[in-house]
């Protein structure tokens, strides 16, 4: 069972444009929704990171969407570089004793120079 | 200063074999995990450690063992290595903190069973 649903699987955007990575969820008890960017051959490292008492969060360049009543958030990439081309993540996890974080199946992101 | 390391960063192996993959963090964190990621980059929890007590286990065979020393080091023992296991390992840390759930990690161990 996904718990997390994320879309799309890959995406070319070119240098300047803006990337859009969607996410779903099921489960109303996660609280905690990060994003996961990671490198060919590196670890997933946090991105950005939301909680659900606001709407949306913004960080330079990236900026979190959340619409707890429709149980989605989503990823912008504003100004979209060739730098960010990497495999993105999200992620969810319940306000329970110990986090665990599950993952969407990861969107790979290709910014054409 | 690496956060969270791992050793090797490769390992291939045969089919039937025994191998172990050690994790060390120098954040002072208190909880570990290991994660899999398979070759469609699908990222799942396998286990999850509190100073050193297991807390979360998700469905994994019995022929993966985890063991922490102390709550600076989880490792990962495989017995009876299946081609089905090949596959990136990742270690990973975060604060037993509600406020810092952030999870840091290592930079994967690539397992290939041939």
């Known amino acids: 069972q996904q718990q997390v649903k994320q879309s799309p699987q890959s995406l070319i955007v070119q240098k300047g444009g803006i990337s859009i990575i969607n996410c779903a969820y099921e489960?109303?008890?996660?609280?905690?929704f990060p994003w996961y960017q990671q490198f060919p051959g590196k670890g997933p490292a946090l991105l950005i990171a939301?909680?659900?008492?606001?709407s949306e969060k913004k960080e330079g360049r990236f900026t979190i969407s959340f619409n707890k009543s429709a149980k989605q958030f989503s990823l912008h990439i504003m100004d979209s570089q060739p730098g960010d081309s990497a495999t993105y993540f999200c992620?969810?996890?319940?306000?329970?004793?110990?986090?665990?974080?599950?993952f969407g199946k990861g969107t790979m992101l290709l910014v054409s120079p | 200063d690496t956060a969270v390391s791992q050793t090797p960063k490769y390992l291939v192996t045969q089919m039937g074999n025994d191998k172990s993959i050690k994790c060390e963090q120098n954040?002072?964190?208190?909880?570990m995990y290991w994660y899999k990621q398979d070759s469609k980059k699908f990222l799942k929890i396998m286990f999850s450690?509190?100073?050193?007590?297991?807390?979360i286990n998700e469905t994994v065979p019995n022929r993966f063992s985890p063991k922490s020393p102390d709550k600076a080091h989880l490792n990962l023992h495989i017995n009876s290595l299946e081609l089905g296991d090949s596959a990136v390992y990742f270690c990973?840390?975060?604060?037993?903190?509600?406020?810092?759930?952030?999870?840091?990690f290592g930079p994967g161990t690539r397992l290939l069973v041939l």
């Open positions: 990973a840390s975060s604060q037993d903190n509600p406020q810092e759930e952030t999870q840091y």
């Open positions: 489960n109303t008890a996660f609280d905690y």
């Open positions: 939301i909680r659900p008492d606001v």
């Open positions: 992620a969810a996890s319940e306000e329970s004793g110990y986090s665990t974080l599950t």
């Open positions: 954040l002072g964190h208190d909880t």
């Open positions: 450690y509190n100073n050193k007590e297991l807390i």
